[in-house]
């Protein structure tokens, strides 16, 4: 398979999944941030059961909207860490020397 035949078919497939880069200092929140996406049950993220009726913000109406639309549709990220990255080819580059 070529080069333009391997990067059509990623684009092909990019409704099927989606990447998200968080980035940020020690301690700024991204590897929470991260664990919360990779949770495997919508149930273990442990979330504020939205009220269903007598609303009395938009933002309540808004987290009901999104709080139900998650329970439904829920898939874990699969989180791909820098760090196992640069270790990969450091190891790739050290056995091969």
């Given at each position: 398979?070529?080069?333009?035949?391997?990067?059509?078919?990623?684009?092909?497939?990019?409704?099927?999944?989606?990447?998200?880069?968080?980035?940020?200092?020690?301690?700024?929140?991204?590897?929470?941030a991260?664990?919360?996406?990779?949770?495997?049950?919508?149930?273990?993220?442990?979330l504020?059961?939205?009220?269903?009726?007598?609303?009395?913000s938009?933002?309540?109406?808004?987290?009901?909207?999104?709080?139900?639309?998650?329970?439904?549709?829920?898939?874990?990220f699969?989180?791909?860490?820098?760090s196992?990255?640069?270790?990969?080819?450091?190891?790739?580059?050290?056995?091969?020397?």
């Amino acid at each position: 398979m070529n080069t333009r035949d391997c990067v059509t078919t990623v684009y092909n497939e990019r409704s099927n999944f989606i990447i998200i880069g968080l980035t940020g200092r020690t301690g700024s929140g991204c590897s929470e941030a991260a664990s919360i996406l990779e949770t495997a049950n919508f149930e273990d993220l442990n979330l504020k059961v939205p009220k269903n009726q007598d609303f009395h913000s938009k933002d309540e109406r808004k987290y009901k909207i999104i709080y139900d639309y998650a329970k439904s549709n829920w898939e874990p990220f699969y989180v791909l860490r820098m760090s196992d990255i640069i270790f990969s080819f450091l190891l790739g580059f050290f056995t091969k020397a």
